[in-house]
């Protein structure tokens, strides 16, 4: 590069068999990538849907799909869980569906938990109802039941004469 007996090399192209560099990092075969993070200053407005792990420290008004969820300990959801596993140190108002369901002394649940593991740490405050099922991510909620019926046609109703 410094002698003075050659000349500059010119840049060569890479030629165009060689592989290209991934645009995105490879998952590890067996591996996590990191999770994703709401931070506690976040509010989120919306449905929440990730493929991967998710830790949610701040508001989320909406219904959330993860197959990892760690609920901090100044979170609060309100809507609908559904996940693998769910790990909660902060409050929900919703439904929780997921395989194991772990609520920390510091969770308050407010809302029903469909699940096939619950752990319940001292401390931890449910309102709600909690079922044991074998598959709880595909079981869809029960439609409310309504029945209409036909009203009764009016009737006229005629005052009696009096006899005097």
Do not use: Y
Request: net charge neutral; glycine share 8%.
């Amino acid at each position: 590069m410094f002698s003075k007996g050659k000349a500059p090399e010119a840049p060569t192209m890479a030629s165009p068999s060689a592989p290209l560099p991934p645009s995105a990092p490879a998952k590890k075969p067996g591996g996590r990538s990191a999770p994703s993070i709401i931070s506690s200053d976040l509010l989120v407005q919306g449905t929440l849907i990730s493929q991967g792990d998710m830790q949610i420290d701040g508001t989320v008004e909406g219904d959330i799909r993860s197959v990892t969820l760690m609920i901090g300990n100044s979170a609060v959801i309100k809507g609908e869980i559904i996940a693998e596993e769910v790990v909660v140190r902060g409050r929900i108002e919703g439904r929780i569906r997921a395989r194991r369901v772990q609520l920390d002394a510091s969770a308050v649940v407010l809302g029903d938990i469909l699940q096939e593991q619950l752990t319940v740490a001292a401390g931890a405050t449910f309102e709600g109802t909690c079922r044991k099922s074998s598959d709880p991510l595909n079981v869809q909620p029960a439609a409310p039941q309504i029945t209409l019926s036909k009203p009764a046609q009016p009737t006229l109703v005629e005052p009696e004469a009096k006899s005097a």
